[in-house]
């Protein structure tokens, strides 16, 4: 199977994730503009939620650029990160309806923790298919960014233990880590004259 | 990153967006015309929404023909754009909900003169990676209707604060405005010979 | 604008359509088979809605092959077709909640017939971009079931005014009617040596 | 019509069938880690529906690769399959929703009995399209798999009479039973070079 298919079906997946969030959030009941900041948090989550499966959408174009062609494995180690990623509308939802409770936002946490290590799982899977001087493996280098995300989650969820309003603050500050641009694979293209399909 | 793969993403989140709008609708409780009747300015605000998702896909696709490839800060403002356009569902649920009060309304124009910032904040992002002479600018000229709309929004949400359905007039006069065909970006196809992807 | 755009944006909203109809279904209260069957009407509304959609799907794509490039007129009128498309999970929904009354019954009549319409105005402002002798005139001929589809669709108007079971009967029989497939514009593909693209 | 059309369409079907089911599960009442194992059973519902959709998925792209054009049964029989998984949602919500209480169980195995019957109808008409040494029969060979898979349905079905569980348990069997990798398809492509599109 070429990556093309895998892609499209990834995109559908993820712009049905990042869009039905808004389905969850509850229209105020009523017509003021207080009824209207009972529903801020809740935009706020959705926000965050957005901009989080943005960053994969965006990181996992990026990798599959480096991929030629889809092995069972990669087919079901995607599945899995879209399966993790599938939950965020749940979790999100849940944190929201209990204004930010210790475990919701907690549960939060664990989500967004099962999601980065699903995605490395994916990129291991593709690295290891790829060989030890694989195009990816050379692309990403020590990959810090990555290697230090599920630890600061870890930190998230334990401040989240003490302070949930804590943990919602460690969790943005990983999301805005990733929204700074990342030239790697794009860098890697432009030496290696990679094909864009 | 080349734009089909970001057009795609957007079309997907697009058609979402416009399309789950007819699950927020409230399917009427009785079997009467007189409880569908009870439903129909849901319908009609459904149809006002419906028709500015459909603007902003049409003048998206137009806008891209002149793009050859996605940066960061492209890729980023627009996922902006789909972000605001994205609780369009929310602000047209509220409104319908509650009647057409005050509040209510001017949140949707509010919501309306956001989308029309993050497309004007995406368009200055492409015209500034593509330089004073670059095609969309050249294209684009003086983009009057553009420029003026935030202001016919700004005036939408004075009106609705006077009176509701003002604000829904001056709304749906935009959506006219943007409806006559605009033949800007085709023109300049035509005379540069801009390759269709 | 090349049609694979405008097909990429009516596909997407197409299977939205059609698949969120099983979202209105009402989950059984209880768990024994009687709750189940008490949930059937709805299960069959929903297939008679899914073949409507699929049939439009089917004969939407089979003309798009005839058509070089999208006009505004075009896209519009495609909208206008998306739009009431997009009602059929909402008459589907309220005609097996109220559990066939007459008015949701002829509602949804007036919808299929809204859709017929809408596709019958798309059709036509394609033909007449293409001039008298253009491919999609040539190919579809007298186009004698598009023609006679609104009047039995008025019929079972009629009929549902009647006998709401009446109207679903003529629905269906214009359903199976559409089934047949139809190979007016894959003979003028292969007459005509058409491109596909 | 090529099948590039139909198997977008059922790209998109089947990516909003497999993500629309975390709509479905109910967010927790409470706060508490106590409400959220109340939820867990719902989670690992959706989990097995999102596998069994997957390996839909998975399974449709390869029998496509060997599929030059579509016919008009083809496509019918396309949209059946497409049909009898978009159920999916409603069955498992009611399964879970009903505590897996035996008729719910068993309607899901029938669930899956239909799915995989209408699987069976749409490869049995594409292999009947290719004739007896077509590419799909030939690629296929005795496909043991495929054949044995209806019996153990009904057996779970058979099982989810006796002990509910039980019936879960099987159903988890056949689902695992697909995951292992399938290499017919690649195979016959690598042997008979078959042009991917």
Redesign the interface.
């Known amino acids: ?2 990556t093309s ?1 895998l ?3 990834s ?10 969030m ?4 509850r ?2 009941q ?4 207080h ?2 900041l009972g529903a801020a948090t809740g ?1 706020l989550t959705y ?1 965050l939620s ?2 989080y499966v ?1 960053i994969y ?2 990181n996992h ?2 990798m599959f ?1 480096l991929v030629a062609r889809v ?3 990669i ?2 180690s995607n ?1 899995g990160l ?2 993790c990623l ?2 965020l ?2 979790t999100t ?2 944190m929201d ?3 930010f ?4 936002v907690v ?1 939060y946490g664990v989500n967004l923790l099962l999601c980065a290590i699903a995605y490395f799982i994916l990129q291991t899977t593709i690295e290891h298919n790829q060989g030890r001087d694989g195009a990816l493996a050379t692309a990403l280098g020590r990959d810090l960014k990555a290697k230090t995300s599920p630890w600061i989650y870890l930190l998230g969820i334990l401040g989240a233990l003490l302070v949930p309003w804590l943990g919602i603050a460690i969790y943005t500050i990983v999301a805005l880590m990733w ?1 700074v ?1 990342d030239r790697r694979v794009e860098r890697y293209i432009a030496a290696h004259n990679v094909a ?1 399909d």
Not at 22 to 25: I, Q
Not at 30 to 33: A, D, K, N, V, Y
Not at 101 to 104: F, K, R, S, Y
């Open positions: 199977m070429k298919r892609e499209a079906f995109d559908g997946v993820l712009a049905i994730i990042i869009t039905i808004v389905l969850e959030l229209v105020p009523g017509p003021t503009l009824d209207l935009l926000l957005f901009v943005g959408w965006n174009h990026h650029q092995t069972g494995g087919l079901w599945l879209l399966f599938s939950l509308p749940f939802a849940w309806e209990q204004a409770a210790t475990t919701p549960t929204l641009p864009d």
